[in-house]
């Protein structure tokens, strides 16, 4: 059996985190809108005050995978959130337990922050993950729809 780990990410791990972005994009189609930079990464990680927050799980001392999360907030429950931004797990390294250990790192820490929810999207062609997420109980949510401004229209409605 492997020797599983996971640690809190540190500076170091800036150029491991962007590779497993970029992995992660490539596999979601879409590898040509990641313009992050491992600098970019470190300063929103390990800032004085950071509101990003990452993990790597390792297996046998190997990166297999890694976790960046932030905290959201329902008004309505009076409580913070735990929202997972991205999860990914190297091809090599699947059918190990990472990815679900990862998900429980973070939902015991949501739980044990007093966190009313822990919540993530996954991409509607992804029948892999949601399999995978539904088969611990995970529940898609349908009754919202999500809305993004970004790029040009973020810029001109910003403007007025």
Known sequence: MANMNIRT????????????????????????????????LRALLFCEHPKVFGLICEIDGEAAGFALYFYNFSSWRGRLGL????????????????GKALLQYLARQAVAEGCAR????VLDWNEPAIRFYESFGAEPQSEWVGYRLSGKALDRFAAG
């Open 83 to 98: 929202y997972l931004e991205d999860l990914y797990i190297d091809p090599a390294q699947r059918g190990k337990g990472a």
């Open 9 to 40: 990410a540190q500076a170091d791990d800036c150029s491991l985190i962007l590779r497993f972005v970029r992995d992660l994009a490539l596999y979601e189609k879409a590898l040509e809108e990641v313009t992050a930079t491992a600098e970019d």
């Open 118 to 121: 822990f919540e993530w999207n």
